[in-house]
């Protein structure tokens, strides 16, 4: 099976605490252009205001750009 160059590809990344899901990322990332799109971002209300979503959204980005999947996400 070939894949596509247009075709996206998924990543997500979770963050738990005490063994509990606390948030999620998820996002779709492009060869053809290496670019990212974040599609969803969510923290539990008892653990938002704590920098979890700028943390997940940051450790997608870095590691698309590690593994130099993307240039540019947003």
Not at 23 to 35: D, K, P, V
């Amino acid at each position: 099976h070939q894949s596509n160059p247009d075709e996206g590809h998924w990543v997500a990344a979770e963050a738990y605490l005490d063994g509990q899901l606390a948030g999620i990322a998820l996002a779709e990332y492009y060869n053809i252009n290496q670019s990212a799109q974040l599609y969803a971002l969510e923290v539990k209300e008892e653990h938002r205001k704590k920098g979890m979503g700028l943390a997940l959204f940051q450790f997608l980005e870095k590691e698309l750009r590690d593994n130099e999947k993307i240039k540019a996400m947003g």
